[in-house]
């Protein structure tokens, strides 16, 4: 997926004239081939908005402003596949944020544009606005009025911009793992995105920020001239293909330690390892264990999880079916009887859905647990985001060639754990007979005293 972010003209024309800069710069920006263009000072109006979108000839939003001033837009190549769920905009034509879905992948787009002072509240209004939508996957983009580096991203002119805005900014982008994706991948390259002849100043004051989750699957990052504008256009490639997932390393959901079902499994589980590894080296015999009460705890973890999952189809059913009586009914007796068999069952249904995202919670570590807080919907998204940004998008293959097709990169992964982890028959290694040193008696009995309030106090 190509992204463009630029600003389509700084200066005004007249009503005789707009149809034909229009079609100029339609036709600039269809020659880009970008799958989501990103428009900032459009000076688009709403009695222009549908001339617009009809010469654009595919998916057009808008949050205007006047014919002079202000006004964003975002532009949909004709051949993405995009499922448009949410709208938002401001009624200054600076701030619109979408909630859509491409290729399964369900991110908010948001398209600013900044005023040129140093005005901290504007962007309080866009962090308002972007976090409306729960989507953890972000990219936003735009004309942001101020540079983000003083020494990189700005030359000629006094060394100042807005400071009091950069600094919101800049905590929301460390609050939600925000990255200004082009410096990512060009950390030391001076290029600007608007410029002034007189006086000579150049500054980067158009960015596209992403989400740390989809870093992974960016291609490339560009900044190229704009047309018949002061500012450059900034691009990026996305590569949003689904990545095959492989299981993962698994972790010990500790809610399991109230399950009575599982503690006893697992005394079961104990006892039964400690008897079949009771010739074992000392050494290795706990490890064994805990190897035991892993695969254990894993294949009780799945069947509970099927278990629950087919509990919710039923009771989901079962709902629909009660509901379908209950429009049908006309008696008051059966009709009470109904909603009460109907009252319970949603509340079953509730306690298990609940249940089902405090799993999530803790498996994607969510710092968020307050009931009510988050939506169900946030976690889970937050859950996905996660696993998007531990798979690995390329690796080198073990003759030296990089490659970034899925199925290698998961048997070059296991190739090498399997590597890692295969005995050496030709090391010998006894665990009783190595040269490890010791400490002296002296030290083990500091080690083996008890442990004081002073002793945490400089721990």
């Known amino acids: 997926m190509h992204c463009h972010s630029c600003q389509e003209w700084t200066h005004c024309h007249s009503s005789l004239s707009i149809d034909y800069f229009v079609r100029q710069v339609f036709t600039f920006l269809k020659n880009k081939r970008a799958d989501i263009i990103f428009l900032q000072e459009t000076h688009c109006t709403d009695n222009l908005e549908n001339i617009w979108r009809s010469e654009w000839g595919s998916k057009a939003i808008f949050s205007n402003g006047t014919s002079n001033s202000t006004g964003v837009g975002i532009l949909f190549h004709k051949d993405l596949h995009c499922n448009i769920l949410n709208t938002i905009k401001d009624t200054n034509g600076r701030i619109l944020c979408l909630?859509?879905?491409?290729e399964s992948v369900r991110l908010t787009?948001?398209?600013?544009?900044?005023?040129?002072?140093?005005?901290?509240?504007?962007?309080?209004?866009?962090?308002?606005?972007?976090?409306?939508?729960?989507?953890?996957?972000?990219?936003?983009?735009?004309?942001?009025?101020?540079?983000?580096?003083?020494?990189?991203?700005?030359?000629?002119?006094?060394?100042?911009?807005?400071?009091?805005?950069?600094?919101?900014?800049?905590?929301?982008?460390?609050?939600?793992?925000?990255?200004?994706?082009w410096r990512l991948q060009h950390p030391t390259d001076r290029i600007y995105t608007w410029k002034r002849n007189k006086p000579p100043i150049f500054c980067r004051l158009d960015m596209i920020l992403v989400s740390d989750d989809i870093i992974g699957n960016t291609?490339?990052?560009?900044?190229?001239?704009?047309?018949?504008?002061?500012?450059?256009?900034?691009?990026?490639?996305?590569?949003?293909?689904?990545?095959?997932r492989?299981?993962?390393?698994?972790?010990?959901n500790t809610n399991l330690l109230t399950d009575m079902d599982y503690i006893e499994k697992?005394?079961?589980?104990?006892?039964?390892?400690?008897?079949?590894?009771?010739?074992?080296?000392?050494?290795?015999?706990?490890?064994?264990?805990?190897?035991?009460?892993?695969?254990?705890?894993?294949?009780?973890?799945?069947?509970?999880?099927?278990?629950?999952k087919n509990i919710i189809e039923v009771l989901s059913k079962k709902l629909e079916r009660l509901d379908r009586d209950f429009n049908k009914e006309t008696d008051r007796y059966k009709l009470d009887r109904i909603k009460k068999d109907m009252d319970n069952t949603n509340l079953e249904?509730?306690?298990?859905?609940?249940?089902?995202?405090?799993?999530?919670?803790?498996?994607?570590?969510?710092?968020?647990?307050?009931?009510?807080?988050?939506?169900?919907?946030?976690?889970?998204?937050?859950?996905?985001?996660?696993?998007?940004k531990k798979v690995m998008k390329s690796t080198y293959t073990s003759d030296g060639t990089l490659t970034t097709n899925p199925n290698t990169i998961l048997n070059e992964q296991s190739n090498f754990f399997k590597k890692l982890y295969t005995r050496d028959e030709n090391v010998e290694f006894n665990i009783e007979n190595n040269n490890n040193p010791k400490i002296s008696d002296l030290n083990r009995r500091v080690v083996d005293m008890d442990i004081t309030i002073e002793d945490h106090k400089y721990a």
């Open 219 to 244: 291609v490339k990052t560009n900044i190229s001239p704009g047309y018949k504008s002061d500012h450059s256009v900034v691009s990026i490639e996305l590569d949003l293909a689904s990545q095959p």
């Open 109 to 181: 787009v948001c398209n600013l544009y900044a005023p040129n002072n140093d005005d901290p509240d504007f962007f309080k209004q866009c962090i308002e606005t972007i976090d409306s939508i729960e989507n953890i996957t972000r990219i936003i983009a735009g004309d942001f009025n101020l540079v983000m580096d003083i020494n990189l991203d700005k030359k000629g002119g006094k060394p100042v911009t807005h400071f009091k805005a950069r600094e919101v900014l800049q905590t929301y982008m460390n609050d939600t793992d925000l990255e200004d994706i």
């Open 266 to 308: 697992m005394n079961c589980c104990i006892d039964e390892a400690i008897d079949k590894y009771r010739l074992e080296n000392p050494d290795i015999k706990l490890e064994l264990v805990k190897m035991e009460i892993a695969a254990a705890s894993i294949q009780y973890s799945k069947n509970k999880a099927k278990s629950k």
């Open 246 to 252: 492989g299981k993962g390393f698994w972790k010990l």
């Open 99 to 102: 909630d859509i879905e491409i």
């Open 349 to 388: 249904l509730q306690n298990l859905v609940y249940e089902k995202t405090k799993s999530s919670m803790f498996r994607c570590r969510a710092k968020w647990v307050e009931e009510g807080e988050k939506s169900s919907k946030y976690f889970f998204n937050l859950e996905k985001a996660n696993f998007n």
